[in-house]
């Protein structure tokens, strides 16, 4: 294949680069950082437990969306929330504009 793009340096350059394995930089999702959300047990039972530098006052919003975009609940920040009448399943909390997905068992 190098052989019919030796026309232009970046042909070259870009079948070599497909040709290996990509190495991701980062799994974002599972890495704690500043600003983050920390949700925990995850999955979860009953109760989740919200740790977030985002949030900080009352005020500040948080929903739970389904994986179909339905939103289930809207709530102010809280730092334990009731998940008990949630069905099982994979859900997504947004606050902030952030967002991060658990499991509800």
């Known amino acids: 294949i190098e052989k019919q793009f030796t026309n232009t340096i970046d042909s070259v350059i870009d079948i070599n680069f497909l040709s290996g394995a990509p190495i991701p930089a980062a799994v974002?999702?599972?890495?704690?950082?500043?600003n983050s959300i920390v949700l925990y047990p995850n999955p979860v039972k009953n109760v989740l437990l919200i740790q977030s530098?985002?949030?900080?006052?009352a005020s500040?919003?948080?929903?739970?969306?389904?994986?179909e975009?339905?939103?289930i609940m809207e709530s102010e920040y809280k730092k334990t929330l009731d998940v008990s009448f949630?069905?099982?399943g994979v859900y997504i909390l947004k606050m902030n504009n952030s967002s991060i997905k658990f499991i509800k068992e």
Do not use: T, V, W
């Not at 974002?28 to 500043?34: A, I, Q, R, S, T």
């Not at 530098?53 to 006052?57: I, N, P, T």
């Open 53 to 57: 530098e985002l949030a900080s006052k």
């Open 86 to 88: 949630l069905q099982s």
């Open 28 to 34: 974002l999702e599972d890495m704690p950082f500043e």
């Open 69 to 71: 975009g339905k939103k």
């Open 60 to 67: 500040d919003r948080m929903e739970i969306f389904s994986l």
